[in-house]
């Protein structure tokens, strides 16, 4: 790939750094996961065009999974057609040189995206961790219906997870058999998960500060953008569960979970448990966030029972026990959480790693009671 060097308008430094990001995450972040990515990203990183180009994003925006996944947008909404056919081919040589000539002839494109967007990647399987750990707060508080409340749901697809069916290595199955979204997880250890059915559920809400509408051809087309243009098994997956998510809608609110909270309670019924679920999205909050999000747990609680599920950072959910494990450990803790009136009962009871496709139930585990404030 031919090189410019001519009248480069950033420092050297700022370059030769921003190159390095690139080339790292050709060379070993996509490696494995996407040849396509991997050349491109090289490609970039040996381009100062290209290199100049990125930095017309803010600093926080240079990430190659950001300006690959606009590049990607581009390519799937036909406005970069050389790129797009590239990827269909799987060519990573001519997707290379799409990509850089796409790039710069639409900067400004590029950027645009960028700053309204952040790269996510909802079809992670969170349901073989979310269905047993509703169940049981179900069974725990006598629920026969529940309503459920995403914190942090993006495009709300979480809150499908009494409707996908769900494979466990050990052979345990939970969920309908027949759903067009099939979920698979690993188990560690000798215990089963518990094998209970989930309640009716009579409320879907999901809360966000840019929530994504699935039913929305620009918000679809930036979540499969997300993924990558050689990953079908994922992208498969992701249209199935966007199709179930376009079936049934959920409610979604944007804007802070903490002041949101109360509106979202209010559309649960009164004879049915609300039940909050965050999984992995308390780490964007600082301690003081998440301890406001713990209180207005709390105060919600005041006229009903409230549960919360939570797979987080071990140490992220506030109230949660950590089984004496080390922050940064590579896994995640799965919390229950129950509150009842001035009462708070919190017990860890799984961990899990790769976002819930392995994970390991346990029962009987550390648990913790006392005034949530």
Avoid at 188 to 206: K, N, T, W
Avoid at 212 to 238: E, F, K, N, S
Avoid at 272 to 295: C, K, M, N, Y
Wanted: aromatic share 4%; glycine share 8%.
């Amino acid at each position: 790939m031919p090189r410019s060097t001519a009248g480069s308008a950033a420092p050297a430094g700022r370059a030769r750094t921003l190159a390095q990001v690139y080339r790292r995450f050709g060379e070993v972040d996509a490696a494995e996961t996407s040849p396509l990515y991997a050349r491109v990203a090289v490609a970039l990183s040996e381009s100062d065009e290209a290199l100049r180009a990125i930095e017309a994003a803010p600093a926080r925006k240079r990430h190659p999974t950001v300006i690959l996944a606009a590049l990607c947008d581009l390519a799937l909404a036909g406005r970069a057609p050389a790129l797009a056919a590239a990827y269909a081919a799987g060519d990573g040589d001519a997707a290379a040189r799409a990509a850089i000539d796409a790039l710069l002839r639409m900067t400004d494109s590029v950027v645009a995206i960028v700053v309204r967007r952040k790269v996510l990647t909802d079809e992670t399987g969170c349901g073989a961790v979310l269905y047993p750990a509703i169940a049981e707060v179900a069974r725990r508080v006598g629920a026969n219906a529940v309503g459920l409340i995403d914190v942090g749901c993006s495009a709300g697809l979480d809150l499908n997870v009494d409707r996908v069916g769900i494979t466990y290595s050990n052979g345990q199955t939970l969920g309908d058999p027949s759903s067009p979204v099939q979920l698979s997880s690993s188990v560690v250890g000798d215990r089963p998960i518990p094998a209970l059915a989930m309640p009716e559920v009579v409320a879907r809400v999901g809360i966000d500060l840019d929530p994504i509408d699935v039913t929305d051809a620009d918000d679809a087309r930036w979540l499969r953008a997300c993924l990558g243009p050689d990953q079908p098994v994922r992208a498969a997956r992701l249209d199935a569960e966007m199709a179930l998510t376009a079936t049934s809608p959920p409610l979604l609110l944007r804007g802070d979970a903490v002041e949101l909270m109360p509106e979202a309670f209010a559309r649960v019924p009164a004879d049915a448990l609300p039940v909050v679920t965050t999984t992995w999205a308390l780490s964007q909050l600082s301690l003081e966030g998440r301890l406001r999000f713990l209180h207005s747990l709390d105060e919600a609680a005041a006229g009903r029972a409230v549960a919360w599920v939570s797979a987080e950072g071990v140490g992220v959910a506030p109230a949660i026990p950590t089984l004496g494990d080390r922050r940064a450990s590579g896994h995640s803790i799965i919390g229950l959480a129950v509150f009842d009136g001035s009462a708070l009962h919190a017990e860890a009871i799984g961990r899990c790693w790769s976002r819930g496709r392995l994970l390991t139930w346990l029962t009987g585990g550390r648990q913790a009671s006392g005034s949530a404030t």
